[in-house]
């Protein structure tokens, strides 16, 4: 489906009826990556994922977006697709803007619980090559092994350099912001889902999501890199149940 959204094109995914899901994708990875988590909801819950600026078959910004940046249209395409209470589900950077999102004292909507799988948001000291690698290369592994195989050889810096300018200070802009401060402003009931040996946003950030969120709950899903939530999908999917009811 398409919508616009401040003259941009977006495109997303609405599928299913019943309790409200808004799904939001990580760096590279646009919402079709997501099929597992969206298929097995859509049974008894609304799920939208939309294709954020820039990424998939939604236009780039017009300038290099900071995180409120996205957090802003995140808001617009919330009300656009009559979204009232939606149950918040980020991976990787699309976890980064949720947690910029649910700590806003004030929403249009509300958000009765969220779910954070290896999240970003807490500042590293890698370049945004490695960003590029790990977020693009390992979810088309994972998830689409048929664009791995055309990416083969062609990720690390070189995507990084072979973005367009925006995206590229886009996500410059992501990476030198560190939203640590703001974790303990989130009022919402926090699930925390992160792989044991993710090396692009490592357990030790999990860990400090959980301590500082107001009673986050951390899973730790043994064995799993960054992309957890499909190399561990048996166990993931049933505490996703849980969690939402």
């Not at 954070?116 to 945004?128: C, V």
């Not at 300018?165 to 992501?174: F, G």
């Not at 999917?237 to 009811?245: H, Q």
């Amino acid at each position: 489906m398409e919508t616009t959204i401040g003259g941009r094109r977006v495109r997303y995914i609405d599928e299913g009826e019943g309790t409200e899901v808004l799904l939001l994708h990580g760096w590279g990875a646009p919402a079709e990556t997501y099929r597992l988590i969206i298929d097995h909801l859509k049974p008894r819950c609304r799920v939208v994922a939309p294709d954020l600026p820039g990424f998939g078959g939604s236009e780039e910004p017009e300038r290099p977006w900071a995180v409120d940046d996205y957090v802003d249209f995140v808001l617009r395409f919330a009300a656009a697709v009559g979204l009232t209470s939606p149950v918040l589900i980020g991976h990787s950077n699309g976890g980064r803007i949720l947690i910029k999102l649910a700590s806003r004292r004030e929403l249009p909507f509300s958000i009765p619980k969220m779910i954070l799988m290896d999240a970003a948001g807490i500042k590293r000291r890698h370049g945004p090559g490695y960003y590029i690698k790990v977020y693009s290369y390992k979810a088309a592994k994972h998830l689409l092994p048929s664009l791995a195989e055309k990416m083969r050889g062609k990720v690390g810096s070189s995507d990084y350099k072979n973005a367009s300018p925006v995206m590229r200070q886009t996500m410059v802009l992501a990476l030198n912001e560190d939203l640590t401060p703001l974790l303990p402003a989130i009022p919402v009931p926090t699930l925390l889902i992160w792989g044991e040996n993710d090396t692009a946003t490592p357990l030790s950030d999990g860990q400090k999501m959980e301590k500082a969120i107001p009673g986050a709950g951390l899973v730790v899903l043994k064995g799993a890199g960054h992309f957890a939530f499909a190399e561990r999908w048996g166990q993931c999917s049933r505490v996703l149940d849980s969690f939402i009811g």
